[in-house]
């Protein structure tokens, strides 16, 4: 059986990010799987039908640069009979595998982006040890880019155009 002080110094070792291993990573990232879970589980009617990087990356698919005409949505352009998306395509082509697979209405943009999210969780450990951050630092510095700006809110409501 695992004593208490055992398992507090785990929680504290996890705490300050002190050279997290592998299973230190898993630890991490299937946290912050479990706070996304219930924006995960409910991902507020993110269908083909209300976020336009999903359709647009379905018109993509389709060899189409303009948006179906049944697309009723206020972030659309209208020009010239046609229906275009007003911002920046990348969202789109990191959806194209997904909406490929999975086809438009099944995919779930709030996973998708906690996953990225785990991963730049990850690179930003690594740019921070590469900078010399000193580990005082470290574990203040994580929580701050994660918890403390836009970053958090815009992972869990990646549901529409200005989050994803």
């Known amino acids: 059986m695992v004593g208490r002080k055992?398992?507090?110094g785990r929680i504290e070792k996890l705490a300050r990010f002190d050279s997290p291993s592998v299973q230190d990573w898993i630890v991490y990232f299937g946290a912050f799987?479990?706070?996304q879970a219930p924006a995960i589980i409910n991902f507020y009617d993110n269908t083909a039908h209300n976020n336009p990087y999903i359709?647009?990356?379905q018109a993509l698919l389709d060899g189409e640069m303009v948006l179906s005409p049944s697309v009723k949505l206020?972030?659309?352009i209208y020009f010239e009979n046609n229906y275009y998306l007003p911002y920046p395509p990348l969202p789109?082509?990191?959806l194209l595998p997904f909406v490929a697979l999975f086809g438009a209405a099944n995919?779930?943009?709030v996973a998708i982006a906690t996953v990225m999210a785990c991963i730049s969780l990850y690179l930003m450990y690594k740019i921070f040890l590469r900078i010399g951050v000193s580990q005082d630092y470290l574990s203040w510095l994580m929580l701050a880019v994660f918890f403390g700006t836009g970053y958090w809110y815009a992972?869990?409501?990646s549901h529409h155009v200005y989050a994803f």
């Open 6 to 8: 055992a398992v507090l």
């Open 33 to 35: 799987i479990l706070i």
């Open 55 to 57: 359709l647009f990356a």
């Open 74 to 76: 206020m972030d659309i």
């Open 92 to 94: 789109s082509i990191i």
């Open 107 to 109: 995919v779930n943009t």
């Open 155 to 157: 992972i869990f409501t």
